[in-house]
């Protein structure tokens, strides 16, 4: 079992719906990163987060410590938000990657 | 100006072939990592260095040899290349002192065929 669960690991929306990515861990962290991997290939860093909330326009990151658990959620979804989206947890002095979501949001 | 960059994006070899990829960034950075993305889209660690020093290195055959020139610089050689080296690798950095508990900027890739 991955130290890391992502759901669902693939997603199909319609343009503007909300979307909802979840992330579980099971180990000890300093802190959860979400990274998005755009079909051409290249990652960013969405957002780095060890307690509460995070919000960066349409995207929102959540994270409870006490149930090792992460959410990003994405409002008013786009087709431009097609994407991997992976969750990855700090863990001592590396990261623990999560599989991925393939989302895809059609017109 | 690019931050984090990789060179050669595309690489195509036979096995058994020696192969280097570079990778440099400007941001200044302590930390910088080598990551292999599988067939599958999954990434995993192979090797970290801060200021030059090796931090990480994760299980990886000694056929992988990271080099840190200064600390901007992390390139990773490959010899006796296999067939189950074909992936895509990614150079990232981040700031702080050998923690991975910063935001972390990565290169572009390099997709690695093995023939």
């Known amino acids: 079992k991955n130290e890391v669960e992502q759901s669902p690991q693939n997603l199909t929306a319609q343009e503007g719906e909300f979307i909802t990515i979840n992330c579980s861990y099971s180990?000890?962290?300093?802190?959860l990163h979400w990274l998005q991997q755009h079909p051409g290939g290249g990652i960013v860093s969405l957002f780095m987060?060890?307690?509460g909330k995070k919000k960066h326009g349409r995207l929102i990151a959540t994270i409870n410590i006490q149930e090792k658990h992460s959410s990003l959620h994405i409002t008013a979804s786009h087709p431009r938000d097609s994407a991997v989206y992976i969750c990855?947890?700090?863990?001592?002095?590396?990261?623990?990657f999560g599989a991925g979501t393939i989302l895809r949001v059609k017109s | 100006d690019t931050a984090v960059s990789q060179t050669p994006k595309y690489l195509v070899t036979q096995m058994g072939n020696d192969k280097s990829i570079k990778c440099e960034q400007n941001?200044?950075?302590?930390?910088m990592y080598w990551y292999k993305q599988d067939s599958k889209k999954f990434l995993k660690i192979m090797f970290s260095y801060n200021n030059k020093e090796l931090i990480i290195n994760e299980t990886v055959p000694n056929r992988f040899s990271p080099k840190s020139p200064d600390k901007a610089h992390l390139n990773l050689h490959i010899n006796s290349l296999e067939l189950g080296d074909s992936a895509v690798y990614f150079c990232?950095?981040?700031?702080?002192?050998?923690?991975?508990?910063?935001?972390?900027?990565f290169g572009p890739g390099t997709r690695l065929t093995v023939l």
């Open positions: 990232a950095s981040s700031g702080t002192s050998g923690g991975a508990g910063d935001t972390q900027y």
């Open positions: 987060l060890s307690s």
């Open positions: 180990v000890g962290i300093s802190a």
């Open positions: 990855a947890v700090s863990r001592w002095d590396k990261l623990v």
């Open positions: 941001l200044g950075h302590d930390t």
